[in-house]
């Protein structure tokens, strides 16, 4: 790694360089599932599922730009293989299996929720091990988007009718017949 003047060690940007490649090697992970799913997913909530999955693997794509040009911007070289991507990542892949549209919903919240997992450890780690605010302040803006993401995958399997004043309908009981 070339010696660079931005009040970082060299060891202190090689950690956060290592914890960089693990989320981008994770978000490469993300990316291809969803984008999976994305052609994949059948069913009446198909047309939902796909644009909302769209929208989705546009904005993986957007941070995985950033995440590569944040390990080049303190000097490392970002992790560009799909052999890499899986020695480092946390994600791991379903291979071979096409779930229904609701497992592959519930498949994509847990791999964000696992992400975000990582992302709140990383934000701590740059800030406080390595002294790199900056990554963490630009961490934790990729935690918010993660946590949104799950956020709208988690609503459509909930999927819980609410009252107007936005509390949980009573339940109805049925009276047995006969009583």
């Known amino acids: 790694m070339r010696a660079i003047n931005i009040g970082l060690t060299q060891e202190q940007r090689e950690g956060v360089i290592n914890l960089l490649n693990q989320d981008l090697a994770d978000a490469y992970l993300l990316l291809v599932k969803t984008k999976k799913y994305h052609w994949d997913v059948v069913g009446p909530q198909f047309r939902s599922l796909h644009q909302l999955w769209e929208e989705h693997y546009e904005k993986l794509t957007e941070n995985i730009d950033a995440l590569a040009e944040r390990v080049r911007a303190l000097g490392g070289y970002p992790v560009g293989t799909m052999e890499g991507f899986l020695k ?38 740059s800030g406080e091990q390595f002294h790199d605010q900056g990554t963490a302040d630009f ?11 799950a956020w709208m995958l988690r609503s459509f399997i909930e999927g819980q009718a609410l009252e107007g004043d936005g509390t949980q309908p009573a339940t109805e009981t049925k009276t047995p017949v006969g009583v």
């Open 139 to 149: 961490l934790t803006g990729l935690m918010e988007e993660h946590e949104e993401m």
């Open 88 to 125: 480092i990542a946390t994600l791991k892949e379903h291979g071979g299996n096409v779930p229904t549209a609701t497992g592959m919903v519930a498949n994509l919240v847990q791999d964000h929720e696992q992400v975000i997992r990582n992302l709140r450890d990383h934000v701590d780690r």
